[in-house]
């Protein structure tokens, strides 16, 4: 039976796990399943940056998905970057099986605030389905409410909303009739 897995790569919050397999069962026709935790990929550090390199994470999952994976999402606490971007709250594969999702950016305490387990658990569903999305052909949208608008901030993503708008939903439910 083909699943969508979740898998923590480093120390990540057993809830923050769970917030991902909640929005994922929610809106997607897969199974969410879980796979045993994956260490951080070696040589992905970017000690110049201070920040780890999405791309070596997302080999990592294509390397590590189960046969009857149809999406994987990983779930990292560390900083990501790619070389053009000075941080990512995610990456996907536009239409591919593969997505990471940063906890760093999304938790108050990066910016120096107490923390806060519901805008964490916001944040963080925001960001799941906005990587989701792209594995499912969404690109980002121009109405700000809806989950696959661009952020490139965190007031952007405090912003958006936890849903897709009427046309992302539509492309969507037609993407589903592809698996």
């Known amino acids: 039976m083909n699943a969508l897995y979740i898998v923590a790569i480093g120390t990540v919050p057993e809830a923050a796990l769970q917030w991902a397999e909640e929005a994922a069962a929610e809106w997607f026709p897969l199974p969410p399943r879980r796979m ?6 070696e040589g992905a550090y970017d000690a110049r940056r201070r920040q780890y390199q999405s791309a070596e994470f997302m080999k990592m999952l294509a390397q590590h998905a189960p046969s ?20 990512l709250f995610g990456q996907a594969q536009l239409n591919g099986p593969i997505a990471i999702v940063s906890l760093c950016r999304l938790r108050q305490e990066f910016y120096g605030l107490p923390a806060d387990e519901e805008l964490s658990r ?27 608008s661009l952020s490139t901030a965190i007031e952007l993503v405090d912003a958006k909303g ?4 009427d046309r992302c ?7 589903f009739a592809l698996l």
């Open 162 to 165: 936890s849903r897709y708008c």
């Open 36 to 41: 045993p935790p994956l260490a951080i990929p």
């Open 169 to 175: 939903g539509s492309h969507l439910v037609q993407s």
């Open 68 to 87: 009857d994976a149809v999406r994987v999402l990983g779930i990292t606490n560390v900083d990501l970057a790619i070389p053009m971007l000075s941080f």
């Open 122 to 148: 916001e944040r963080t569903v925001k960001e799941v389905l906005h990587e989701l999305g792209h594995t499912f052909g969404l690109t980002h949208c121009s109405e700000r409410t809806c989950t696959m």
